[in-house]
């Protein structure tokens, strides 16, 4: 079982930057692929950013790549996102979820795949 809390939204204006926060509960996080997803309003929720067990792999949506960076701290049992030049379409609901299988050996962007998931921080960017 594993429990996350998502935190560090917030109200922001165009080209600031945010630092979004993940923290699980429960001895499997370190063995498990972790994702962001987010959804706007009217919008299906979509893929991110993923990143594998180990750290080693990271992967993109195409319309935040190089902006937004993943990371992860398995001491820490702790996610992150550091989203930066942010812009209003950026705006969302922003999700962790964890994987539903352990050592993963890539990264999958389906949500199906992803068994936990929290419950969410509102990002806000103003033009």
């Known amino acids: 079982q594993v429990q996350l809390v998502e935190s560090g939204g917030g109200l922001v204006q165009a080209g600031d930057s945010l630092r979004l926060s993940c923290a699980a509960s429960?001895?499997?996080?370190?063995?498990?692929?972790m994702g962001w997803f987010r959804q706007a309003p009217g919008k299906e929720r979509e893929f991110v950013a993923a990143?594998?067990?180990?750290?080693?792999?990271?992967y993109y949506a195409d319309s935040v790549k190089g902006r937004f960076t993943i990371s992860r701290d398995n001491t820490k049992n702790t996610m992150y996102l550091q989203m930066n030049s942010l812009k209003p379409e950026d705006t969302a609901v922003y999700y962790c979820?964890?994987?539903?299988?352990?050592?993963?050996?890539?990264?999958?962007?389906?949500?199906?795949?992803?068994?936990?998931w929290g419950q969410g921080t509102q990002v806000t960017v103003s033009s």
């Open positions: 429960g001895r499997t996080f370190s063995n498990r692929t």
């Open positions: 990143i594998t067990w180990s750290g080693g792999i990271r």
């Open positions: 979820a964890a994987d539903k299988s352990f050592y993963r050996s890539g990264i999958t962007t389906r949500a199906n795949e992803y068994e936990y």
